[in-house]
């Protein structure tokens, strides 16, 4: 299941929660995804690389940019667009785009991109690691500004549902790494499937809810076209002040990749994994799954571009003589 083949999945799962809500009813389906999310973590701890997470540990300046853009700067930049929504910072809507905003960087992907980008690769993999731990604590603090008054959001029951289904079970992947880590690695591609089968599944179960209660029934298509505007707008405005804060804080160009390709990208699947912890099996998690399902095929698409364009200035200026074909 390539990049192309998981963006098809997630949309052929939507048609299918459209056409059929009820398909999987006979299985246990709730149970199965909570299994699968423990799974995922699980694996996640077997694969981590403590060497290669001290190896990018020390470059300083690079993290707490990082970090500052995925917990503070994008969070910030989402609050300028709640006047576009009808109830302000008490639509869901707008809530959604929120969500995207305080969720972690991804893990593979960023590594993977900054690798082709010829990016400063152990600082890439420390930041996507420790992202996501950040994330356990600091994406339902962030939601909780908003989400506390509604009475559907109590921060420490959250956490300690996001402590037992995603940090639990990946310190027993960290106990268990010496033991297992290298099969984990061997099989890495199986478990890469796996993940993406576990996220199909919670994206089908989602929308077959919010189809059930006509969710999207309120939702129109001008709402629609704005969710994926701004969408586009947040991508291109955090990549392009990005792009100036490395420049005027004189940043190597390897870590003015890696910052840009870490710093831009949202986490499908601790989105996925999130929303279905937080908010259940409430008709709105579709919803809530919308613009980070957008908001993941435009970075993949757009960093794949990007990483190409800088592999091959790379290769130009270590052989002048290329020419491209």
Not at 19 to 43: E, K, M, Q, Y
Not at 95 to 110: E, K, R
Request: proline content about 4%; glycine content about 8%.
């Amino acid at each position: 299941m390539k990049i192309n083949g998981f963006i098809l999945s997630l949309l052929s799962a939507i048609l299918l929660a459209y056409f059929f809500p009820t398909a999987l009813s006979r299985l246990p389906l709730p149970l199965i995804i909570n299994i699968g999310i423990g799974l995922i973590f699980f694996f996640y701890g077997l694969k981590m690389a403590p060497a290669e997470l001290k190896q990018g540990f020390f470059n300083y300046p690079s993290h707490f940019l990082i970090q500052g853009t995925t917990f503070i700067l994008f969070p910030f930049i989402t609050l300028a667009f709640f006047p576009f929504f009808e109830g302000g910072t008490e639509s869901d809507l707008w809530l959604a785009i929120f969500f995207l905003g305080v969720l972690p960087s991804t893990v593979s992907s960023s590594v993977v991109m900054v690798a082709i980008a010829k990016g400063n690769l152990p600082t890439a993999i420390f930041n996507a690691s420790i992202s996501g731990l950040i994330g356990i604590l600091a994406t339902p603090l962030l939601l909780s500004i908003f989400l506390s008054d509604s009475g559907k959001f109590e921060f420490l029951d959250v956490v300690l549902k996001l402590v037992f289904q995603i940090v639990l079970p990946l310190c027993a992947g960290l106990l268990l790494q010496r033991f297992f880590g290298n099969i984990a690695l061997k099989y890495s591609k199986s478990l890469g499937l796996f993940d993406k089968a576990v996220i199909v599944l919670i994206v089908y179960s989602s929308f077959s809810n919010s189809f059930n209660s006509n969710l999207f029934a309120t939702v129109g298509v001008l709402d629609l076209v704005k969710l994926f505007a701004i969408v586009i707008v947040l991508f291109f405005l955090v990549y392009g002040m990005m792009s100036y804060i490395c420049r005027i804080l004189g940043f190597s160009l390897k870590d003015t990749i890696t910052v840009k390709f870490c710093g831009t990208k949202k986490s499908l699947v601790h989105g996925s994994v999130m929303v279905k912890i937080i908010f259940g099996s409430s008709a709105s998690v579709g919803l809530f799954l919308l613009p980070i399902m957008l908001y993941h095929i435009l970075q993949l698409l757009l960093v794949s571009v990007f990483a190409e364009n800088y592999r091959q200035k790379w290769l130009k200026q270590s052989n002048p003589a290329i020419v491209e074909d």
